[in-house]
């Protein structure tokens, strides 16, 4: 029976070897059980205690009875019996070294109480720990306040429920192996203690808000390495104050699970670490969150390290990334699955892909601020960016969802690729470098500014396409005809830009001006149209399909490559000056090109001039008339009559053959000093005709002649000159002549 009179009665064992067959742990618990209610037995020296035959339990059966075994080793239970079951509010604690070893099949330590507490500080645990009744505690580094203690647990260890905490001072608890599985609450309290999992599981049963991870104190850390997984199962954990540092295993957050100011999350550095979080990786209706805050990081350190971040799954939906300060970079992959979100205020951020071509990212991100970082990651999700900056890089491919909206500044980098879906829209400046891609597929993903902005586009060395059914690097099949309006500007940079046109009979067109030193290169089978008064200076390309051109004076200063096969169409009339012409290859003179002597390559009304020469479009229209003409250079004579095509265009002559040599029709009379000649209109030519003399070929004089008309046909007038001065002309000599300026 009970002795429920017995109070405060203490039994202190020192130096005493207990013989197994007079005592065995049977007797110890009867001893136990008759000194409860506050009873206290204290065993303080280090002898040790065995079972006989090794088996045996040592029970502590009393309301507030505590048994504190400082310095010993225990060793009994035997079967699947338990080395020490703790029952009621009772207390047992081990210290200073204290081992408890298990012969048996069962558990070390039992604490079936509904207010049991086992207190640990250095202690080895040999085999299984467990909890049974919920409202239970098991402390490490916690009896007297202990400094410095170290618990390993290193076999099949399990806490089954309760309370678990880490007190005192610098008080570290190991896990190698076996499971912890509690549920109610976990602090780790005093300064500098920690909690280390190398292995096995440590899965955390919370209940939502009333359960939590506390390190209270500066230096507090639970530190994730190796084989160990952490699972936090409706958990909230704060750690402001303490840090969270894995160089392996998994962090697995379930249930309704957040953790708030990871502080940080490293690899070892060692070149070796595997590091895996879950947020809400498993099927639930309950959600999680990792909130990442200003100081936190969580990123790898070292070359060869590996951080996987996987935000839900294809089961689970509602669980969330925030980012709002610190650093996240996870070089191994970050796996957002959809229905769930990655949210970035503040800091910075690197979702890493694998480069496989496996989505990654069919989630939400909502990007607010900060600075996010996409690297070799292919998408099918939505972004809605309503602030900081975006760069895709490393051969990342972006498919965006139709619901997508980019607010801020966005960098596309590496062979990265980005299309946009249904109405998602732009709202910031996009910039392409390097081998980055960008594909739209109605015009307005790039934005409608109500004002012009010349750079709302920028290509440094990127492309822009129309985008395709399908996402690739190499090729696209069928696509559409987006239209980019007037007031969506594209720059070009240094290293120029990519104008892709894919797929038959599509058509990408711009109407904004393109400005910039950079290049432009159309590529692909369909057809570019530039409707914008453009400024740019660099180079022109036209390697396959068409480039159609609005404004004829689309390349000033320039150079134009147009490939064999491709073409350029100038449908409206005019000229586009350029430094150099390269047709199929060929680098072609000096001359004017067009429809009729290109064979096709070039198109539409607009010409080509390669060289400085003044073409006017009065000009080219006279040349027009005259079909066998097949130089029209101002410069060139290709009839060999003597008179260049600009001399003959002045006079109203034929440049395409020698019949009409001579602008004079009437020589020079000496009695009337008249004579006449043939010109063009100057009301078309804009030329101004005067007559000079000169009696000795060199130096030559204006002579204020009366010119009359005297007769126009086609725009040709017969114009008859009558000299000034003395008449008749008394001169042994006299020159006379036109000049058209």
């Known amino acids: 029976m009970k002795n429920k009179s017995a109070s405060l009665l203490a039994l202190v064992y020192c130096g005493l070897q207990l013989p197994a067959a007079a005592i065995d742990y049977g007797t110890w618990g009867s001893v136990a059980t008759a000194l409860d209610w506050g009873s206290i037995i204290t065993i303080n020296v280090t002898d040790n205690i065995t079972a006989s035959g090794g088996a045996g339990t040592l029970t502590n059966w009393g309301l507030d009875t505590m048994i504190w075994l400082n310095g010993y080793t225990i060793s009994g239970g035997g079967g699947t019996d338990p080395v020490i079951n703790n029952i009621d509010d009772g207390v047992i604690s081990i210290t200073s070294g204290g ?56 076999g099949p260890n399990y806490i089954t429920a309760g309370e678990f905490g880490i007190e005192g001072e610098r008080s570290t608890i190991s896990f190698s192996g076996g499971l912890i599985d509690t549920g109610v609450f976990v602090s780790i309290a005093g300064p500098m203690n920690a909690m280390h999992i190398s292995g096995g599981d440590v899965n955390l049963n919370g209940s939502g808000a009333s359960s939590s991870i506390d390190l209270w104190e500066s230096g507090s850390a639970i530190s994730l390495s190796a084989a160990g997984n952490l699972i936090l199962n409706d958990f909230q954990h704060d750690a402001a104050d303490g840090a969270y540092n894995q160089s392996g295993g998994t962090l697995n957050l379930t249930h309704n699970s957040s953790i708030l100011d990871l502080n940080p999350i490293t690899t070892n550095g060692s070149g070796s670490g595997s590091t895996t979080v879950n947020i809400g990786t498993t099927a639930s209706a309950d959600t999680s969150s990792l909130t990442m805050e200003t100081g936190c990081h969580v990123v790898t350190a070292a070359a060869g390290d590996t951080l996987t971040v996987n935000v839900g799954s294809p089961t689970s939906t509602g669980n969330s990334l925030n980012i709002s300060g610190g650093t996240l970079d996870a070089t191994a992959a970050v796996m957002l699955q959809a229905g769930n979100s990655l949210n970035l205020s503040a800091g910075t951020a690197t979702l890493n892909g694998s480069g496989t071509g496996v989505d990654v990212w069919i989630g939400t991100v909502n990007l607010s601020g900060g600075t996010l970082t996409v690297n070799a990651v292919t998408s099918n999700g939505i972004l809605n960016q309503t602030g900081g900056n975006l760069t895709l890089e490393g051969g990342s491919i ?25 109405s998602s829209t732009l709202a910031g ?27 709302q586009v920028t290509l440094n060395g990127g492309t822009l396409m129309n985008m395709t059914n399908a996402i690739s690097a190499t090729g696209f099949a069928s696509g559409w005809s987006p239209t980019l309006g007037s007031n969506v500007g594209i ?106 002597n290109t064979g096709g390559t070039i198109t539409g009304q607009g010409v080509i001039q390669v060289g400085d020469a003044v073409v006017t479009s009065a000009y080219l229209t006279w040349a027009a008339r005259f079909p066998g003409l097949t130089d029209a250079y101002p410069t060139h004579d290709p ?20 019949s009409s040599e001579n602008p004079i029709r009437v020589p020079l009379d000496q009695a009337t000093g008249t004579f006449s000649y ?64």
Not at 398 to 420: A, E, F, K, Q, W
Not at 562 to 573: D, E, T
Not at 689 to 697: E, F, G, I, R
Request: glycine residues 14%.
């Open 678 to 741: 043939s010109r063009l209109d100057p009301a078309t030519t804009g030329l101004g005709y005067t007559v000079q003399t000169t009696s000795d070929l060199s130096t030559w004089s204006v002579n204020p002649a009366t010119q009359t008309v005297t007769q126009t046909v086609s725009g040709v007038q017969t114009v008859q000159v009558t000299l000034s001065g003395p008449i008749p002309l008394t001169a042994s000599q006299l020159f006379v002549r036109v000049a058209a300026q």
């Open 491 to 596: 720059a070009l940079g240094s290293s120029g830009g990519i104008f892709q046109v894919g797929y038959v009979s599509q058509t990408l067109t711009i109407n904004g001006v393109i400005s910039g030193t950079g290049s432009l290169t159309k590529t692909d089978i369909s057809t570019l149209v530039l409707g914008g008064v453009n400024t740019y200076t660099g180079p022109t390309t036209v390697t396959a399909g068409t480039l159609s051109v609005i404004n004829p004076n689309f390349c000033p200063t320039a150079s134009l490559n147009i490939a064999s096969g491709a073409v350029l169409n100038i449908p409206n009339s005019g000229v586009c000056k350029v430094s150099a012409l390269i047709l199929g290859g060929v680098t072609q003179p000096e001359g004017l090109y067009q429809a009729s």
């Open 398 to 422: 972006m498919n965006l969802d139709g619901n997508s909206t980019l607010g801020g500044p966005l960098l596309v980098v590496g062979n990265s690729i980005l299309t946009h879906e249904g």
């Open 429 to 455: 400046k996009v910039t392409v470098n390097g081998d980055g891609i960008i594909g739209i597929k109605n015009g307005t993903e790039l934005g409608t500014p109500a004002v012009f902005v010349a750079d």
């Open 99 to 154: 081992n408890v070893i298990n012969t048996g099949t069962g558990y070390s330590i039992v604490n079936d109480g509904w207010n049991s507490v086992c207190n640990l500080s250095d202690v080895t645990l040999s085999s299984g720990l467990c909890q049974t009744k919920s409202s239970s505690k098991f402390n490490a580094g916690y009896v007297g306040n202990y400094q410095g203690v170290s618990i390993a647990l290193a």
């Open 639 to 658: 009839d060999g009559d003597g008179l260049t095509n600009h001399q003959e265009y002045a006079f109203g002559l034929d440049p395409s053959g020698r």
